[in-house]
């Protein structure tokens, strides 16, 4: 039986199909120091982690296209129990204590209320070719075309005025058997590799 398994993804009223079994979610709440009356929750996904002497710091993007820094240490959350290790590209939900600094959201972490790894899976495209966009809109820039065979992985997908957007990074490699459609085999560096692909272009993604 083969190993590889087709991941499709489409539009179809409104909702997102695929194939294969959903990330798989891990829930690390637990009993943490007493909430704030001015704490908040948010949800997004780890863009980046700086190490610190006492923890890292985490800079997570919302789905409403909101960056901020959250401070991920074992005081803020009351005890080393609480207290877990984020990746980049997982998606979080938060419960934190706002502050500004320099114009920077800042948040110290209260609470850890979900934590869902990333699955990492090979991917690769199936569209003949597919534009890649800094923003899930045709009038944000164009980073470069990206082509069939190309790998990639998959970061998060919305649907945005009954369109579907997905947000990928190419790892500027190509899927055996893919290799005749590249010159020497191998895929030129052509701008930023992480961004948006779809809307009117529905993307079609193969992963095993």
């Not at 893919?178 to 193969?206: C, K, M, R």
């Amino acid at each position: 039986m083969s190993l590889v398994k087709t991941l499709t993804i489409c539009i179809c009223s409104l909702f997102l199909f695929a194939c294969g079994n959903p990330p798989k979610k891990i829930i690390v709440s637990r009993a943490s120091v007493p909430s704030s009356f001015n704490s908040l929750t948010i949800e997004g996904r780890v863009l980046a982690i700086e190490n610190g002497k006492d923890g890292y710091i985490a800079t997570i993007r919302t789905f409403d296209d909101i960056e901020y820094r959250a401070l991920v240490s074992i005081v803020n959350l009351g005890s080393p129990s609480n207290f877990e290790r984020f990746n980049v590209g997982d998606k979080v939900t938060l419960k934190e204590i706002p502050s500004e600094l320099d114009g920077t959201k800042q948040f110290k972490v209260e609470e850890i209320i979900e934590q869902q790894p990333t699955v990492k899976e090979y991917c690769w495209i199936v569209n003949k070719d597919i534009t890649l966009y800094t923003q899930p809109t045709t009038q944000s820039k164009p980073q470069g075309k990206h082509f069939q065979g190309e790998v990639l992985q998959v970061l998060d997908s919305r649907i945005i005025d009954d369109l579907l957007w997905v947000n990928v990074e190419f790892k500027l490699s190509v899927k055996t058997g893919y290799e005749h459609q590249f010159a020497d085999g191998q895929v030129l560096s052509a701008g930023i590799p992480t961004g948006w692909i779809g809307g009117i272009t529905v993307p079609v993604i193969n992963c095993k």
